[in-house]
């Protein structure tokens, strides 16, 4: 990241610069935006003065080219526990703890819960926001608090407060995940690692070109992807948004790609799906449109 601006002093907690959002997203497309990276409540206050977005590994989104009007809040460093656990089985850790680190780090403690997130991209704040998961497991599965930064203060929720279900989090209007205290289950270390294997074979028809995973939700009972595949839309292009060969639910960047590509691609991939009855629900989160 280039920073342009620095105004430390006027921000304690907060360093701040105008970064291409395309920089701090997976799927590498999006304008500008004025960043505030934050490393304590102070820098949470200062940041939330003015209308803001939370960003957290933006592994699911889709950003405008003009980039967004509102400060876009990541948590910084301090919110990052990730070299910290060390099998703990009731932890509290930082909202920008890095899952695949955590998984990882799980595994080899011989703690279980998390291993059915083996290779979602996201920090931890993020994957609690989307309730992020596979079908070997989600978030909801080990989330038992949260602590939120809302209306100005920081405040501790349990985590059925969230509603959570498939890819879906209710979080209060505005609030900042900060932390959160996962209940995990003591195991061994194989034990985890199989399921690990497991994960892994399931996602291997996924493609690793950039993209922001699955673009739809699945409807009840298919999956967005087989739906996609059968309508034989892979490969449709707008522009350097292609959808992938291997995987029809995911949307590649092939370069070049802006958002209004890969935007017009989705519509696209929603209008010829709706022709044969299927209403495709985006997961990812738009941003600037
Ligand atoms: P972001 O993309 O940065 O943000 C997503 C949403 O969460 C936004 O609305 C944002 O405002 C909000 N948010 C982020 N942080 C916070 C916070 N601290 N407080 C409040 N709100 C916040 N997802 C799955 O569920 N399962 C998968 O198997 C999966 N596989 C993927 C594979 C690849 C290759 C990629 C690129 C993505 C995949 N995803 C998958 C999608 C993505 O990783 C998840 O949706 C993840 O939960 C997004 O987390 P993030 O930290 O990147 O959040
Ligand atoms: N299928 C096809 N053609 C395709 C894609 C899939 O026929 O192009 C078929 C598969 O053969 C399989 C079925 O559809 O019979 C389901 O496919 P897959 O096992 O790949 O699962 P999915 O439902 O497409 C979901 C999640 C993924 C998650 C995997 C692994 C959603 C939208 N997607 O994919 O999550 O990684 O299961 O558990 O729920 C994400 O949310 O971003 C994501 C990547």
Not at 8 to 33: F, I, M, N, W, Y
Not at 141 to 150: A, G, N, Q, R, W
Request: charged share 20%.
């Amino acid at each position: 990241m280039a920073p342009v601006e620095h105004l430390r002093e006027q921000a304690p907690g907060a360093r701040v610069h105008t970064v291409r959002l395309s920089d701090l997203t997976t799927l590498k497309v999006g304008g500008p935006a004025e960043v505030w990276e934050v490393e304590d409540a102070a820098g949470l206050a200062a940041a939330t003065e003015e209308p803001y977005r939370v960003i957290g590994g933006g592994s699911n989104l889709l950003v405008s080219d003009d980039g967004v009007d509102e400060r876009v809040v990541r948590l910084g460093r301090a919110y990052n526990d990730v070299r910290s656990y060390s099998g703990e089985r009731d932890v509290w850790l930082g909202a920008a703890t890095p899952l695949p680190g955590l998984v990882r780090r799980a595994q080899r403690a011989g703690m279980s819960g998390l291993e059915g997130l083996l290779g979602v991209p996201a920090v931890l704040g993020g994957a609690v926001a989307m309730n992020a998961g596979t079908r070997f497991g989600e978030m909801s599965d080990t989330l038992h608090e949260v602590e939120l930064f809302v209306d100005g203060g920081l405040e501790r929720v349990p985590a059925h407060s969230l509603d959570l279900s498939y890819r879906h989090a209710t979080l209060p209007v505005g609030a900042i995940v900060t932390r959160a205290r996962l209940r995990l289950t003591p195991s061994d270390p194989e034990t985890v690692a199989a399921t690990m294997a497991a994960v892994d074979a399931a996602r291997a028809g996924q493609p690793k070109v950039k993209s922001a995973g699955c673009a739809f939700k699945n409807p009840h009972g298919d999956s967005a992807g087989r739906l996609i595949d059968a309508a034989g839309l892979k490969g449709m292009r707008r522009g350097d948004a292609m959808v992938a060969l291997e995987h029809g639910n995911f949307i590649l960047n092939l370069g070049s790609a802006t958002a209004t590509d890969v935007l017009e691609l989705v519509s696209a991939v929603q209008v010829e799906l709706s022709m044969v009855g299927a209403d495709l629900e985006l997961e990812w989160r738009l941003w600037g449109f």
